[in-house]
């Protein structure tokens, strides 16, 4: 199957959790059954292939610690001559900075969707029934 034959999509999933590391979301895309390609970096892990089956993996690293595990679309998908360091002479890829920004903020936005997941409002009391003007009246006028 050429690439143009089939919609290929590269996702780069990056893991801020105390309870999931990146080895263990790494071993959950290695077992999964469908034919993707996996590439550590220092960041994460891309997952790139078939729309539907780098969704589905998506999913299940996500569903480990939906609140620590983030995922974001990759432009091109790794080589691509565009963003290759190696057809670049070498540095850093093209929004190497933006993404170490964007992971530097990680841990302040897993904290803020635990809290907003924690928040749970007081259960709203039922109002009263509302009652009528007339009996309303006669309630006043049997306490006289």
């Not at 959790?17 to 590439?39: F, G, H, N, Q, R």
């Not at 993996?57 to 990759?74: G, I, M, S, T, Y």
């Not at 997941?117 to 006669?138: F, G, H, T, V």
């Amino acid at each position: 199957m050429s690439g143009e034959d089939v919609d290929e999509i590269t996702k780069i999933v990056v893991i801020d959790s105390e309870s999931v590391l990146p080895s263990d979301a790494a071993m959950k895309i290695y077992e999964s059954d469908v034919d993707i390609t996996i590439k550590e970096t220092c960041f994460g892990t891309m997952v790139t292939g078939p729309r539907d089956s780098v969704e589905k993996v998506v999913a299940e690293v996500r569903a480990l610690d939906p609140n620590h595990v983030f995922v974001k679309q990759r432009g091109f998908p790794p080589g691509d001559k565009r963003r290759c360091r190696a057809s670049r002479g070498g540095g850093p890829r093209p929004g190497f900075h933006y993404l170490r920004n964007e992971v530097a903020s990680l841990p302040i936005i897993s904290k803020a969707l635990d809290e907003y997941e924690a928040y749970n409002p007081a259960e709203k009391e039922e109002s009263p029934e509302k009652i009528s003007p007339s009996k309303l009246k006669d309630i006043i006028e049997s306490k006289l």
